[in-house]
């Protein structure tokens, strides 16, 4: 079984500066997908980026970016030019690629609660 | 288009009642995906249906919990004689497709309270 772990709970950065969380994941497949989420307190599930890990480029969205690592099955996420709308949950979460109908299930990491700072 | 709808928003029950959530998908979408998340906690996968259909329970505990997709209608999570651990948020995805990579799309959620 696949498991995601999120060892930061708590995360804050000042306005405007860039932030890193930190995700690792275990798994003995090769070929998967990984994705970050974003919960606010309205506590809507929001996809920021995903990646395949069979593409080595990072995958990049406006302010946000991924660090894939997959030999080292790490899969951070950074986001620049911080702002107060981005204080939420981040979750990181793995989807299995393999073309089996029992591997549709998003398995999630505990969550980092993002705090900016004004 | 109307994205994945989820209702009630918030559910009281008490200890030994049944408590029925229902998720409407977006339009056209025909799988669904039910995560329960424990407070301070990530999102885990219960089960995953199609139309009339279901595909993956293995996350489902095997007493109380029951779930369905109809032909017509909204799915339905269904919880009989709840206990307090079964307090929680209770999430509704839906996907267009599976087996490719497909996103899941998130409704509000179902707060379930019991007391």
């Known amino acids: 079984a696949q498991t995601v772990t999120q060892s930061q709970p708590e995360m804050s950065v000042q306005e405007a500066e860039t932030v890193t969380l930190s995700c690792t994941y275990d798994?003995?497949?090769?070929?998967?997908?990984l994705f970050w989420y974003k919960q606010p307190p309205s506590r809507q599930m929001i996809l920021v980026i995903r990646?395949?890990?069979?593409?080595?480029q990072n995958a990049t969205e406006n302010r946000f970016s991924v660090n894939f690592q997959k030999a080292a099955k790490s899969f951070s996420l950074k986001i620049s030019d911080s702002q107060l709308g981005d204080a939420a949950m981040y979750f990181c979460?793995?989807?299995?690629?393999?073309?089996?109908?029992?591997?549709?299930?998003?398995?999630f990491g505990t969550g980092t609660r993002l705090t900016i700072i004004p | 288009n109307a994205g994945v709808m989820q209702n009630p928003r918030h559910l009281v029950r008490r200890r030994g009642q049944e408590a029925r959530l229902r998720c409407s998908p977006m339009?056209?979408?025909?799988?669904v995906y039910w995560y329960r998340q424990l407070p301070e906690e990530g999102l885990k996968f219960m089960v995953y249906l199609q139309k009339e259909n279901i595909i993956d329970e293995s996350g489902m505990p095997k007493e109380r919990f029951s779930a369905e997709f109809p032909k017509e209608g909204p799915s339905i999570l269904r919880i009989q004689q709840v206990v307090r651990g079964d307090s929680a948020a209770y999430f509704c995805?839906?996907?267009?497709?599976?087996?490719?990579?497909?996103?899941?799309?998130f409704g509000p959620g179902t707060r379930l309270t019991v007391l």
């Open positions: 995805a839906s996907s267009l497709q599976a087996g490719v990579l497909n996103e899941q799309f």
């Open positions: 798994t003995s497949e090769s070929d998967y997908y």
């Open positions: 339009k056209g979408h025909s799988h």
């Open positions: 979460a793995y989807r299995s690629r393999e073309s089996n109908f029992g591997n549709e299930k998003l398995t």
């Open positions: 990646q395949e890990a069979y593409k080595q």
